[in-house]
């Protein structure tokens, strides 16, 4: 299945297409693990501190005017702001992947519906010829 199939072929109840969907997960996955990876070094816990602590010491090297900013969480900011962009930028060619993943679920979906509604069909219409039958007896 291709790029623009994806695109074409099917879309959720929200009209977004797959591939959009990949996004907007992976977009809300590294959200939270920056705002994780800042609550964590926020709250002094024993592996993420000085993990953040480093990766702010890795961004303030390119980034030297960072320094100039006022604050106590600015490096913290700074270092998850950092990871989840990293996240995100190391994540997104796996999004046409994904796309296929949420594709595949999604016609795997309508098939289960489909049968369903067929046995729902079935029962229904044996249900109403069962009860037409007239016995004398």
Known sequence: MGGSQIQTNMSNSNGETPLQEAVSIITIVSILAAVGCYVGAANHLPLITPAIAWIASQVYLPFPSLAYLRGDQVPILAASAAVGLLLFLL???????LANVFSRAGYARMDRQTNQLRRFRERRKNSKRDGDSFTIG
Do not use: F
């Not at 994540?91 to 992947?97: N, Q, R, V």
């Open 91 to 97: 994540t997104i060619p796996l999004s046409y992947w």
